[in-house]
């Protein structure tokens, strides 16, 4: 197993996961120890419904919306490759549909080994919702890295760019 926890900016203090989103936001993430096991779990339960008959590469994630909701997707192929539906987005879709439009943090697992990011497309699909959402990465096993959107997807497009 290499994933071992947090990276160089992401630490765990008293219980309580914290992580400077950007300096140019200063948004801090704070989220507890039992709410990043909470979602891990929640995106394994996924991962196990994932429908993936050509690559069976499952991914299941949780998204946890700022009031404290948790949305839930898994990766959903089609015979037509670019049909195909990663989790990410089918979990943001899900809350945005529902009227939830801030999100805390997102859950990625897969099968792997090693603890997986999620595509490029799909970072760019979670840096829509803001910069201040912590990613964390989970493996088969339930350990996790966690990053921030700055780490994950750096000098990224965002919707302020075009306003």
């Known amino acids: 197993m290499t994933c071992k926890g947090f990276n160089s900016r992401v630490s765990v203090v008293d219980e309580e996961m914290r992580a400077t989103a950007s300096a140019e936001s200063e948004e801090i993430i704070r989220l507890g120890l039992s709410d990043v096991k909470s979602l891990i ?7 196990r419904l994932a429908y993936c008959p ?3 590469f499952r991914v299941g994630c949780a998204i946890l919306t700022s009031t404290g909701e948790v949305f839930t997707g898994c990766n959903v192929e089609n015979a037509s490759y670019t049909l195909t539906m990663c989790a990410e987005k089918v979990a943001i879709g899900k ?3 529902e009227g939830f439009r801030k999100f805390t943090a997102i859950a990625v697992s897969t099968d ?3 603890c997986t990011s999620p595509c490029g497309a799909c970072r760019q699909s979670i840096r829509e919702w803001g910069n201040g959402i912590l990613i964390i990465c989970a493996n088969k ?3 996790y890295k966690a990053y921030t959107m700055d780490e994950i997807l750096p000098d990224s497009f965002s919707p302020e760019k075009l306003l």
Do not use: H, T, W
Not at 41 to 47: I, S, T, V
């Open 112 to 114: 792997c080994e090693d």
């Open 95 to 97: 809350a945005v549909s």
């Open 54 to 56: 050509y690559s069976n």
């Open 141 to 143: 096993f339930d350990a």
């Open 41 to 47: 779990l929640k995106a394994g339960e996924m991962r």
